[in-house]
Protein backbone atom coordinates (compact mmCIF):
# COMPACT_ATOMS: atom_id res chain seq x y z
CA UNK A 1 0.00 0.00 0.00
CA UNK A 2 1.56 3.17 -1.06
CA UNK A 3 -0.17 6.89 -0.42
CA UNK A 4 0.11 9.81 -2.81
CA UNK A 5 2.27 12.72 -1.05
CA UNK A 6 0.90 15.89 0.28
CA UNK A 7 1.89 19.01 -1.98
CA UNK A 8 2.27 19.89 -5.18
CA UNK A 9 1.97 17.39 -8.19
CA UNK A 10 2.05 16.95 -11.98
CA UNK A 11 -0.27 15.55 -13.78
CA UNK A 12 0.33 13.40 -17.03
CA UNK A 13 -2.50 13.78 -19.59
CA UNK A 14 -3.30 10.14 -18.98
CA UNK A 15 -4.81 10.96 -15.72
CA UNK A 16 -6.56 14.62 -16.94
CA UNK A 17 -8.24 12.36 -19.26
CA UNK A 18 -9.09 9.66 -17.43
CA UNK A 19 -10.71 12.14 -14.65
CA UNK A 20 -12.52 14.13 -17.87
CA UNK A 21 -14.34 10.15 -18.81
CA UNK A 22 -14.85 9.39 -15.32
CA UNK A 23 -12.16 6.76 -14.74
CA UNK A 24 -12.90 5.35 -11.38
CA UNK A 25 -9.75 4.74 -10.57
CA UNK A 26 -8.60 8.36 -11.68
CA UNK A 27 -11.59 9.48 -9.63
CA UNK A 28 -9.95 8.80 -6.50
CA UNK A 29 -7.63 11.19 -6.92
CA UNK A 30 -9.92 14.11 -8.05
CA UNK A 31 -9.24 15.92 -4.88
CA UNK A 32 -5.39 16.17 -6.17
CA UNK A 33 -6.48 18.27 -9.02
CA UNK A 34 -6.18 21.29 -7.01
CA UNK A 35 -2.43 20.39 -6.35
CA UNK A 36 -1.72 20.13 -10.37
CA UNK A 37 0.37 22.02 -12.76
CA UNK A 38 0.91 20.41 -16.47
CA UNK A 39 2.91 21.47 -19.01
CA UNK A 40 1.28 23.32 -21.51
CA UNK A 41 2.38 20.82 -24.22
CA UNK A 42 0.54 18.07 -21.97
CA UNK A 43 -2.80 19.88 -21.48
CA UNK A 44 -2.47 20.23 -25.28
CA UNK A 45 -2.79 16.23 -25.16
CA UNK A 46 -5.91 16.60 -23.31
CA UNK A 47 -7.30 18.73 -25.44
CA UNK A 48 -6.71 17.23 -29.09
CA UNK A 49 -7.91 14.18 -27.29
CA UNK A 50 -10.95 15.03 -25.80
CA UNK A 51 -11.84 17.13 -28.95
CA UNK A 52 -11.06 14.69 -31.67
CA UNK A 53 -13.17 11.80 -29.82
CA UNK A 54 -15.53 13.60 -27.52
CA UNK A 55 -15.84 16.79 -29.41
CA UNK A 56 -15.15 18.40 -26.44
CA UNK A 57 -13.89 21.84 -27.21
CA UNK A 58 -10.25 23.14 -25.69
CA UNK A 59 -11.96 26.05 -24.14
CA UNK A 60 -14.48 23.77 -22.15
CA UNK A 61 -11.78 21.97 -21.37
CA UNK A 62 -9.15 24.22 -20.09
CA UNK A 63 -12.11 26.25 -18.37
CA UNK A 64 -12.93 23.33 -16.67
CA UNK A 65 -9.55 21.70 -15.83
CA UNK A 66 -8.06 25.63 -14.65
CA UNK A 67 -11.60 26.11 -12.86
CA UNK A 68 -10.68 23.16 -10.55
CA UNK A 69 -7.28 23.99 -10.09
CA UNK A 70 -4.75 22.58 -12.39
CA UNK A 71 -2.48 24.99 -13.34
CA UNK A 72 -0.33 25.17 -16.83
CA UNK A 73 3.79 25.78 -17.17
CA UNK A 74 5.35 26.78 -20.52
CA UNK A 75 7.70 24.79 -22.23
CA UNK A 76 10.94 25.93 -22.52
CA UNK A 77 14.37 25.75 -23.27
CA UNK A 78 15.04 24.70 -19.39
CA UNK A 79 12.82 21.76 -20.24
CA UNK A 80 14.83 21.21 -23.66
CA UNK A 81 18.08 20.72 -22.02
CA UNK A 82 16.95 17.70 -20.29
CA UNK A 83 15.62 15.82 -23.35
CA UNK A 84 18.88 14.29 -23.39
CA UNK A 85 19.18 12.84 -20.44
CA UNK A 86 15.68 11.86 -20.56
CA UNK A 87 16.66 9.76 -23.44
CA UNK A 88 19.80 8.12 -21.80
CA UNK A 89 16.93 7.08 -18.76
CA UNK A 90 14.78 5.50 -21.12
CA UNK A 91 17.76 3.49 -23.07
CA UNK A 92 18.80 1.93 -19.91
CA UNK A 93 15.22 1.40 -18.66
CA UNK A 94 14.49 -0.30 -21.98
CA UNK A 95 17.87 -2.52 -22.11
CA UNK A 96 17.22 -3.87 -18.89
CA UNK A 97 13.71 -4.93 -19.92
CA UNK A 98 14.85 -6.26 -23.55
CA UNK A 99 12.79 -8.78 -24.66
CA UNK A 100 9.72 -7.52 -23.61
CA UNK A 101 7.30 -6.50 -26.27
CA UNK A 102 6.20 -4.15 -27.22
CA UNK A 103 9.65 -2.03 -26.83
CA UNK A 104 8.53 0.95 -24.86
CA UNK A 105 10.10 4.81 -26.14
CA UNK A 106 9.09 8.09 -24.21
CA UNK A 107 7.38 10.05 -27.04
CA UNK A 108 8.11 14.06 -27.22
CA UNK A 109 4.59 14.13 -25.02
CA UNK A 110 6.61 11.74 -22.38
CA UNK A 111 9.57 13.48 -22.19
CA UNK A 112 8.05 16.92 -22.13
CA UNK A 113 5.96 15.98 -18.80
CA UNK A 114 8.67 14.33 -17.29
CA UNK A 115 10.96 17.02 -17.61
CA UNK A 116 8.05 19.25 -16.69
CA UNK A 117 8.00 17.37 -13.30
CA UNK A 118 12.26 17.56 -13.02
CA UNK A 119 12.32 21.59 -13.90
CA UNK A 120 9.25 22.14 -11.33
CA UNK A 121 11.30 20.70 -8.53
CA UNK A 122 11.20 16.95 -9.28
CA UNK A 123 7.77 16.95 -8.22
CA UNK A 124 5.55 13.49 -8.04
CA UNK A 125 4.19 12.99 -11.33
CA UNK A 126 0.43 11.06 -11.71
CA UNK A 127 0.20 9.33 -14.50
CA UNK A 128 -1.38 5.82 -16.27
CA UNK A 129 1.80 4.87 -18.00
CA UNK A 130 3.30 1.69 -16.73
CA UNK A 131 6.50 2.52 -18.78
CA UNK A 132 7.16 5.50 -16.44
CA UNK A 133 6.89 3.61 -13.08
CA UNK A 134 10.14 1.63 -14.65
CA UNK A 135 12.68 4.50 -14.73
CA UNK A 136 13.32 5.72 -11.28
CA UNK A 137 15.13 2.55 -10.81
CA UNK A 138 17.31 3.51 -14.16
CA UNK A 139 18.54 7.44 -13.43
CA UNK A 140 14.74 8.87 -13.36
CA UNK A 141 14.66 11.55 -10.31
CA UNK A 142 11.03 12.04 -9.84
CA UNK A 143 8.67 9.49 -7.57
CA UNK A 144 6.10 8.16 -10.74
CA UNK A 145 2.20 7.24 -9.27
CA UNK A 146 0.02 4.96 -11.74
CA UNK A 147 -3.43 6.49 -10.58
CA UNK A 148 -4.67 3.06 -11.66
CA UNK A 149 -2.56 1.23 -9.03
CA UNK A 150 -5.44 -0.31 -6.78
CA UNK A 151 -2.89 0.18 -3.92
CA UNK A 152 -2.13 3.88 -4.44
CA UNK A 153 -4.55 5.62 -1.85
CA UNK A 154 -5.26 9.11 -2.05
CA UNK B 1 -32.10 32.69 -19.15
CA UNK B 2 -35.22 30.93 -17.24
CA UNK B 3 -37.87 29.33 -19.51
CA UNK B 4 -40.78 32.10 -20.47
CA UNK B 5 -43.28 30.88 -17.44
CA UNK B 6 -41.11 29.39 -15.42
CA UNK B 7 -40.92 30.97 -11.79
CA UNK B 8 -37.26 31.66 -10.81
CA UNK B 9 -36.58 32.81 -7.55
CA UNK B 10 -33.90 35.74 -7.44
CA UNK B 11 -31.53 37.23 -4.68
CA UNK B 12 -30.13 40.60 -4.27
CA UNK B 13 -26.10 39.83 -3.09
CA UNK B 14 -24.12 42.90 -1.93
CA UNK B 15 -20.72 42.83 -1.96
CA UNK B 16 -18.51 44.32 1.02
CA UNK B 17 -15.04 46.52 1.12
CA UNK B 18 -13.18 43.67 -0.01
CA UNK B 19 -15.58 42.84 -2.90
CA UNK B 20 -16.58 40.09 -1.08
CA UNK B 21 -20.30 38.55 -1.78
CA UNK B 22 -22.85 36.76 1.05
CA UNK B 23 -24.63 34.63 -0.47
CA UNK B 24 -28.49 33.82 0.91
CA UNK B 25 -28.53 30.72 2.32
CA UNK B 26 -32.42 30.28 0.40
CA UNK B 27 -29.98 30.44 -3.08
CA UNK B 28 -27.38 27.79 -2.01
CA UNK B 29 -30.35 25.39 -1.10
CA UNK B 30 -32.22 25.97 -3.67
CA UNK B 31 -29.16 25.57 -6.16
CA UNK B 32 -28.25 22.36 -3.87
CA UNK B 33 -24.67 23.50 -3.53
CA UNK B 34 -23.33 22.56 -0.22
CA UNK B 35 -22.04 26.14 1.87
CA UNK B 36 -18.73 23.94 3.09
CA UNK B 37 -17.64 23.74 -0.77
CA UNK B 38 -15.28 26.59 -2.59
CA UNK B 39 -17.25 27.37 -5.77
CA UNK B 40 -16.19 28.36 -9.44
CA UNK B 41 -16.63 31.41 -10.19
CA UNK B 42 -16.21 32.77 -13.81
CA UNK B 43 -17.75 35.63 -16.09
CA UNK B 44 -20.31 34.64 -18.87
CA UNK B 45 -20.68 37.72 -20.83
CA UNK B 46 -21.37 41.78 -20.09
CA UNK B 47 -22.77 42.17 -16.54
CA UNK B 48 -23.01 38.70 -15.87
CA UNK B 49 -20.91 36.50 -13.18
CA UNK B 50 -21.61 32.49 -12.44
CA UNK B 51 -20.70 30.56 -9.43
CA UNK B 52 -20.39 27.15 -9.48
CA UNK B 53 -20.18 23.74 -7.29
CA UNK B 54 -16.85 22.16 -8.66
CA UNK B 55 -18.67 18.88 -8.56
CA UNK B 56 -21.37 19.50 -10.28
CA UNK B 57 -19.20 21.31 -13.00
CA UNK B 58 -17.16 18.28 -13.16
CA UNK B 59 -20.37 15.66 -13.48
CA UNK B 60 -21.67 17.70 -16.27
CA UNK B 61 -18.40 17.75 -18.17
CA UNK B 62 -17.89 14.27 -17.46
CA UNK B 63 -21.02 13.45 -19.19
CA UNK B 64 -20.62 15.79 -22.30
CA UNK B 65 -17.50 13.53 -22.60
CA UNK B 66 -19.26 10.38 -22.10
CA UNK B 67 -22.13 11.54 -24.83
CA UNK B 68 -19.93 12.69 -27.24
CA UNK B 69 -17.97 9.80 -26.94
CA UNK B 70 -21.11 7.29 -27.70
CA UNK B 71 -22.03 9.66 -30.36
CA UNK B 72 -19.19 8.94 -32.38
CA UNK B 73 -19.55 4.99 -31.56
CA UNK B 74 -15.91 5.58 -29.80
CA UNK B 75 -15.00 2.58 -27.43
CA UNK B 76 -13.19 2.19 -24.39
CA UNK B 77 -10.20 4.51 -22.56
CA UNK B 78 -9.79 7.62 -24.05
CA UNK B 79 -6.39 7.25 -21.97
CA UNK B 80 -5.29 4.43 -23.26
CA UNK B 81 -6.15 5.88 -27.00
CA UNK B 82 -3.67 8.52 -26.07
CA UNK B 83 -0.95 6.07 -24.39
CA UNK B 84 -1.49 3.96 -27.96
CA UNK B 85 -0.82 7.68 -29.94
CA UNK B 86 2.41 7.69 -27.96
CA UNK B 87 3.55 4.44 -28.58
CA UNK B 88 2.82 4.84 -32.27
CA UNK B 89 5.13 8.91 -31.99
CA UNK B 90 8.39 7.28 -33.22
CA UNK B 91 9.72 11.06 -33.04
CA UNK B 92 11.59 10.52 -30.10
CA UNK B 93 13.07 7.14 -30.67
CA UNK B 94 16.34 6.04 -31.53
Redesign the interface.
Known amino acids: MSQLPAGPLVAD???L???????VL?MRF?AALARCSVSAVTFG?VFY??EQ????ASE??Y??FS??GVTCDPVTDEHARL?AQL?DID?SSRAAHAGSK?A????????VCLSHAMVAGNLPVLT??KHWLTLPAHGLPLAVFDYRDTTLVP | MSNPGSAVTTFRVGLDAKRRPTLPAALLREAHIDPSHDLIARADGEGRIVLEDPVAMLAAFQSAVLAGKAERGFVGSLADDLLADRAADDSASE
Open positions: ASFISVAEADASEKLKSGMSTAMGLFKAPKYLSLGDIGD
